[in-house]
């Protein structure tokens, strides 16, 4: 069975600095990853997602996030936080060898980006 | 966002009633999906769908049930609504089963 692990609850990061948003998962067979966010009472929006090539894959409002096979982690990363930024992030993964499965999300992360 | 429709928005209904969520999209994208989010828990599975009159069971399926029979709309169906129900319901949908997922404005269920 496929799952996802968001290991921390809350991130915090002052504006300006780095963020960084963990992520593993884990799959029988390649994986599909994505990472979505969330703001107050709105639906998930789409960041970016791997399915294959380059490792290092960019998303939208500056994210990105780096795929690593041995570790079986996919974290997100920008590298000057801003504090639009807060809000709830969900990593997603789907196994790419059983056609049909869907998407499966981890518990999600709260970013707090101070001022 | 993307051409989908989650209907009615916000619901308040009594224990024991039947109660029924409409998704549909304008998209015409093959999968559609139902998830319910609750704080801890994130975003959990409950049905999708690979087609019209294919439906599959998530995660936490007991208690709802689903149907397609069309290919723009996905309904969701509480037979009779428990309070451990309460909770936001999003639809999503996507193209095939490689691309990314998008997700409606979702319904606040409260069951009283």
């Known amino acids: 069975a496929q799952s996802v692990a968001q290991p921390e609850d809350q991130v915090n990061v002052a504006e300006g600095n780095p963020l960084t948003v963990k992520c593993t998962y884990s799959v029988s067979g390649n994986p599909y990853l994505f990472w979505y966010v969330q703001y107050p009472n709105r639906g998930l929006q789409f960041l970016l997602k791997y399915i294959t090539g380059d490792n290092l894959v960019k998303g939208s409002y500056g994210f990105e996030a780096e795929f690593n096979k041995s570790q079986t982690s996919f974290h997100l990363k920008k590298p000057s936080a801003l504090v639009s930024d807060s809000a709830l992030y969900f990593c997603a993964v789907r196994d790419a060898n059983q056609a049909g499965t869907a998407l499966i999300f981890g518990k999600g992360t709260t970013l707090s980006v101070s001022s | 966002d993307a051409g989908i429709t989650q209907s009615p928005r916000h619901k308040v209904t009594e224990t024991g009633t039947p109660v029924t969520l409409r998704c549909h999209q304008t998209e015409n994208h093959r999968y559609m999906y139902w998830y319910r989010q609750d704080p801890g828990h994130g975003l959990r599975l409950i049905h999708y769908s690979y087609g019209v009159k294919d439906t599959d069971k998530g995660e936490v399926s007991d208690g709802y049930s689903v149907s397609r029979s069309k290919t723009e709309d996905f309904l969701l169906t509480l037979e009779s609504a428990t309070s451990s129900q309460t909770s936001v319901y999003f639809c999503?949908?996507?193209?095939?089963?490689?691309?990314?997922?998008?997700f409606g404005q979702g319904t606040r269920l409260t069951v009283v």
């Open positions: 999503a949908i996507s193209e095939i089963f490689s691309t990314e997922a998008f």
